[in-house]
Nanobody, 122 residues
Framework: QVQLVESGGGSVQTGGSLRLSCAASGFTYMRYAMGWFRQAQGKERERVATIERNGTPSYADAVRGRCTISRDNAKNTLYLQMDSLLPEDTAMYYC????????????????WGQGTQVTVSS
């Protein structure tokens, strides 16, 4: 059974930091591209960052320079370090996985987690 379980969300003030984690199981993690997406209330889901099987990262303009995506293939875990958080970063954050980076980029990933809430207050 495939599972993606996010953790690490919470409430912080503007300028604060959070580290999100996504524990993966039930599939061959190292063969999958991974990504973080977010959806704010009343808005469409958007890509935050992705990381290819070889570790190549990619970031949305809104978070570039403030977030770092990484993966630990030995632990089957994906991370998102978020610094200098802003109120507009408030959203539910989802972990996603797909064998094809293109599908991940398009938001059509094969596997999705349940999400972890991030709230940034001013």
């Amino acid at each position: 059974q495939v599972q993606l379980v996010e953790s690490g969300g919470g409430s912080v003030q503007t300028g604060g930091s959070l580290r999100l984690s996504c524990a993966a199981s039930g599939f061959t993690y190292m063969r999958y591209a991974m990504g973080w997406f977010r959806q704010a209330q009343g808005k469409e889901r958007e890509r935050v960052a992705t990381i290819e099987r070889n570790g190549t990262p990619s970031y949305a303009d809104a978070v570039r320079g403030r977030c770092t995506i990484s993966r630990d293939n030995a632990k089957n875990t994906l991370y998102l370090q978020m610094d200098s958080l802003l109120p507009e970063d408030t959203a539910m954050y989802y972990c996603a996985a797909d064998e094809m980076i293109a599908r991940l980029w398009e938001g059509g990933a094969r596997y999705w987690g349940q999400g972890t809430q991030v709230t940034v207050s001013s």
